[in-house]
């Protein structure tokens, strides 16, 4: 098996005396797209903190492309080809939908410091964004404000923006939280066919929707009090009712919801 | 749009440039500052509207501006107004390494009363070193050459409503030029965009402390510029630049033109020269009447006077909107 794009060894995290994360010990290989489940308060959150170098765990190490990210911080992490969206949506009210994907296109391209360069007569930066908004479906708001979008809008520009770092791996914190049933599939297809055009290499995402996780996820990693209960495989997590039972309740027949 | 904004530009500075003669001395003399402060200004706003950080310090970089004016044509009897310029950039940049070093690290109030702080320090260094920078006195600036010209056969005020008005306004132009350029640029971008959200901004490798600095830097360099040339026309580099209020009068300019557009800062600076000069002229409680200017403002135009055709057209579609329904919609 080719190595783990990225990993965790025995990862603990505390809030004060409160324990977050407990031995926390996980793979992610190209090719697959995780989902991270269980129930509220489970440390999902707090495990893509640690996963994206925002938290700094208190115990073991967390690896990215083999280097140690613990603590390396959001900026240092998209440069290295990690990204990630949010639980909840985060915009630039005041920036367009265009400006808002520029932001990750210059950076992934390195130029995001140049003071001098006309953002309006940069070709390749437009074709760029207008690439990228086109998989979102965002090219008739390209112009608008992001304050003016929708939030299905928004959560998609979230995510597009975070595309434009051309990531290897991304961490999607609850990409359909807040979106009508009917719509969410649509937004996860959305999801991993920008992920494939991308050339992203794999998806982690917290999720609590098993029916999305049932149809996406190729693994299943269930949490619960901080610990994981359970690493498996999308069928065999589905086909251990004891696990699910834990991790995500009763699960309801197909076809009975939406 | 951007073809109007150009066109604009160039009816603005050729206005300015056919003024003098239309104007007369006095006038002209009253307009002079508009371009030291337009300077500043732009560079306050770079951190303002741009980068969402209130500096309440930015007179201090004016007043680092007009000593190094003092002390390059005063002390080291260099006359060439080009180095003065360069010296006041440089003295601003210098300051401003310390200074925007420690101050990039907050946001909001905290970094409101950072720049406060260091502001007034400066102020009490000015006001207390009285060997080095003549204290309350100030030092004295003396007349500068343009482009290596003396004009010796003009006295003082026909040099300042000549050349060096056309000097200033030409200085002007062309920073506001560069101004236009870094906003519009990557790093412009990425300094909106992390003051719209900086948690977001660093996700998507924006570095934001970095970028706030630079700004702050930059924000520097244009305040000392025209710091110093504000400086040449009263001769003197006094400490009260570097006072507290100064900084705050610097913030009002900008709110009254309008922070949230690019050309706020310099119909602010034009705006609250010829509002002073005015209120000045009608009641010695003048100050008593921009305080009420500025709290109206605030209240009534938060967008400023650059923000006024848009908020006039919002008034008016509602007016148009309640005539043509008479019976209001029940709320929601
Ligand atoms: N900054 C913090 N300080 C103290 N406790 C925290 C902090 N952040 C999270 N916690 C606690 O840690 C636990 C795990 O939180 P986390 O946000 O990771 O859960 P989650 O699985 O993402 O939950 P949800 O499904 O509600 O999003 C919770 O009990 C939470 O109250
Ligand atoms: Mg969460």
Not at chain 1, 71 to 90: I, N, S, T
Not at chain 2, 28 to 35: G, R
Not at chain 2, 115 to 123: E, K, S
Not at chain 2, 213 to 227: H, K, T
């Amino acid at each position: 098996m080719s190595p783990p794009l990225l990993e965790t060894y025995r990862v603990g995290r505390r809030y004060g005396d409160f324990v977050a994360l407990r031995d926390v010990t996980l793979r992610v290989h190209p090719g697959e797209t995780v989902a991270i489940v269980g129930p509220n308060g489970a440390g999902k959150t707090t495990l893509v903190n640690v996963l994206t170098g925002l938290l700094r765990p208190s115990e073991g190490w967390v690896r990215f492309l083999g280097s140690d990210i613990a603590g390396a911080g959001p900026v240092r992490l998209a440069q290295l080809g990690m990204a990630r969206a949010f639980q909840l949506v985060q915009v630039f009210p005041e920036l367009t939908a265009a400006e808002t994907i520029a932001v990750g296109a210059l950076a992934q391209a390195g130029r995001g410091r140049r003071m001098l360069a006309s953002l309006g007569a940069d070709r390749a930066l437009r074709a760029r964004v207008e690439e990228v908004a086109a998989v979102f479906g965002l090219g008739p708001v390209l112009h608008r404000p992001a304050r003016e979008l929708s939030q299905g809008q928004k959560k998609l520009l979230d995510v597009a923006s975070a595309f434009a770092l051309r990531p290897t791996v991304i961490l999607l914190d609850e990409p359909t939280s807040g979106v009508a049933t009917a719509d969410k599939h649509g937004i996860m297809a959305t999801l991993t066919e920008a992920a494939r055009r991308a050339g992203v290499q794999a998806l982690l995402l917290v999720e609590h929707d098993i029916d999305l996780v049932e149809t996406y996820a190729t693994r299943v990693v269930g949490l619960r009090g901080g610990e994981v209960l359970a690493d498996l495989p999308v069928r065999a997590f589905f086909a251990d009712e004891e696990v699910t039972a834990a991790l995500v309740g009763r699960r309801p027949a197909r076809g009975a919801q939406g | 749009m951007r073809g109007g904004a150009l066109l604009a530009a160039l009816a603005a500075v050729a206005a300015l440039a056919a003024a003098p003669p239309l104007l007369g001395e006095y006038r002209t003399t009253l307009l002079l500052p508009v371009f030291g402060y337009g300077v500043a200004l732009l560079g306050l706003n770079l951190l303002f509207g741009y980068g969402g950080l209130v500096s309440f310090g930015h007179a201090m970089f004016v007043a680092a501006g007009a000593y190094a004016a003092a002390v390059v044509t005063g002390v080291w009897r260099i006359e060439s107004f080009e180095a003065v310029l360069l010296a006041a950039a440089a003295a601003g940049l210098a300051l401003a390494l310390p200074v925007g070093a420690l101050c990039a690290r907050y946001t909001k109030i905290f970094f409101g009363m950072l720049t406060l702080a260091f502001g007034m320090l400066f102020h009490s260094f000015l006001f207390k070193f009285y060997g080095l920078t003549g204290g309350d006195q100030g030092m004295r600036v003396r007349r500068p050459t343009l482009l290596g010209l003396e004009f010796e056969e003009l006295d003082k005020t026909a040099f300042l409503v000549g050349p060096y008005y056309w000097y200033c306004l030409a200085v002007a132009a062309l920073l506001a030029l560069l101004m236009w350029r870094i906003v519009r640029s990557p790093f412009g971008l990425a300094l909106r965009a992390q003051r719209d959200n900086p948690r977001k901004a660093e996700y998507l490798g924006v570095e934001v402390r970095r970028t706030r600095f630079v700004a702050f830097l930059v924000s520097a360099a244009f305040g000392a510029v025209g710091g110093a040339m504000l400086a040449v026309p009263t001769g003197l580099a006094d400490p009260e630049l570097a006072y507290w209020t100064h900084s705050g009068t610097l913030v009002f300019m900008t709110l009254l033109g309008g922070f949230a557009h690019f050309a706020g800062p310099l119909l602010g600076a034009l705006a609250y020269v010829l509002l002073q000069d005015w209120l000045m002229s009608l009641t010695p409680y003048w100050r008593l009447l921009l305080g009420a200017v500025l709290a109206l403002i605030v209240l009534a135009c938060p967008q400023g006077l650059m923000g006024l055709p848009a908020l006039l057209r919002a008034r008016l579609a509602a007016r148009r909107r309640r005539a043509a329904a008479p019976h209001p919609a029940p709320a929601e």
